[in-house]
């Protein structure tokens, strides 16, 4: 299947959720297919320094847009799952097929806050698995009582979509994604080293994993390559962290003590960085050789216009042509449902 999706990924923590807003708004104009965003409560580190409450910005993103949209959610210790499933349910419902959540074990800087101890990870798989069951049999119409890692007493989600969101697994590691094979409606992971992402893919795909393979890729593009390394590390510098030190973590102060000594340079190692338009259309038409059927760009920096109309004009339709895509994807001419009225509303806020 070749690649169907480019899409664009809102980072909460590091955006006031009004520029994000007008950020997915602007990148739908672009040519953008599709958007997704994180949904944490705490950013990586203090110069983020901000993390909206995702599933309120998703109804204002879907209300204002007509981009399809993904969020990254970790049900079974700050969500309840019926909760989960009560949110699946209602933007489904509002706006059909146009809404899928990855369910993942989550982070303990997020997730600390309801002052229950943090799990070892074999116990937080183990809860996500029956969450995701909760969850599932919920948005099937289902009165759920469940007395396990989690405990739910004759929940109903009353207002259910015709159609059921796609529930897609969150994997960095070829483990996590044949363990998701058996009941996810497809997968997303990250940029990693190009042989890396072929055993994650393989993992999924060998075990009978279903549906869309998607990959989010953190990228830098600058005016000049220095400025691109410089913001690079500033804002993702504190992510470089490898499983499963960056699950265990507590806090921002906390990514920022881990990271103090990591160099601009070793960046590198998780965002594609180049102040070369070129390099980045080659890139991301290596990762879709891959076998991904949808990627998703996070530009680590915060200066987003640039970037959202740069690509939009150079890079996704060169990338959609070499990938053998619909090159009529993403070509979208004109304003969006938001006038210039609601456009100067959104601005002030």
């Known amino acids: 299947m070749p690649l169907t999706t480019l899409g664009f990924h809102a980072s909460h923590e590091q955006l006031h959720p009004s520029v994000l807003l007008r950020a997915v708004q602007r990148a739908e104009k672009a040519g953008f297919d599709a958007a997704m965003c994180s949904d944490h409560l705490a950013p990586w580190n203090t110069r983020q320094a901000h993390s909206g409450f995702a599933w309120a910005w998703l109804g204002a993103a879907l209300a204002t847009t007509d981009l399809r949209f993904g969020v990254v ?67 099937a119409g289902e009165e759920v009582s ?98 499963p030190l960056c699950w265990d973590l ?9 990271t103090a000594f990591v160099r601009p340079e070793d960046v590198r190692g998780g965002v594609v960085i180049s102040q070369d338009l070129d390099e980045h259309v080659d890139q991301l038409l290596e990762y879709a050789s891959l076998g991904f059927d949808e990627i998703y760009l996070h530009h680590v920096g915060p200066e987003l216009d640039a970037f959202v ?20 994807s993403g070509a979208r001419v004109g304003r969006t449902r938001i006038d210039a009225e609601q456009d100067a509303s959104v601005a002030s806020a």
Not at 73 to 99: C, D, E, K, S
Not at 217 to 223: A, E, S, T
Not at 250 to 258: I, L, V, Y
């Open 73 to 139: 959610n970790a049900p079974g210790q700050r969500y309840h799952p019926a909760i989960v499933a009560q949110a699946i349910g209602t933007l489904g419902a509002m706006f059909p097929g146009r809404f899928w959540a990855a369910l993942g074990s989550g982070e303990n800087m997020n997730e600390h806050v309801t002052g229950d101890p943090w799990p070892p990870k074999d116990v937080r798989d183990a809860r996500l698995r029956e969450c995701i069951d909760v969850i599932r049999r919920l948005l």
């Open 146 to 243: 469940h007395d396990g890692l989690v405990t739910v007493d004759r929940a109903r989600v009353w207002t259910l979509p015709d159609v059921t969101p796609p529930l897609i697994a969150p994997a960095v590691t070829v483990r996590t994604a044949e363990r998701a094979a058996e009941w996810a409606d497809g997968l997303v992971t990250i940029n990693q080293p190009v042989e890396v992402l072929q055993d994650v893919v393989a993992a999924y795909r060998g075990n009978g994993g279903r549906g869309p393979v998607v990959l989010q890729v953190h990228l830098q593009w600058g005016p000049d390559e220095e400025t691109a390394v410089r913001v690079a590390h500033e804002q993702w510098g504190s992510n470089v962290l490898q499983p």
């Open 250 to 258: 507590d806090g921002p102060e906390a990514f920022e003590q881990a």
């Open 309 to 328: 109309d740069a690509f939009g004009e150079h890079v996704l339709p060169r990338v959609r042509a070499g990938a053998g895509a619909d090159p009529s």
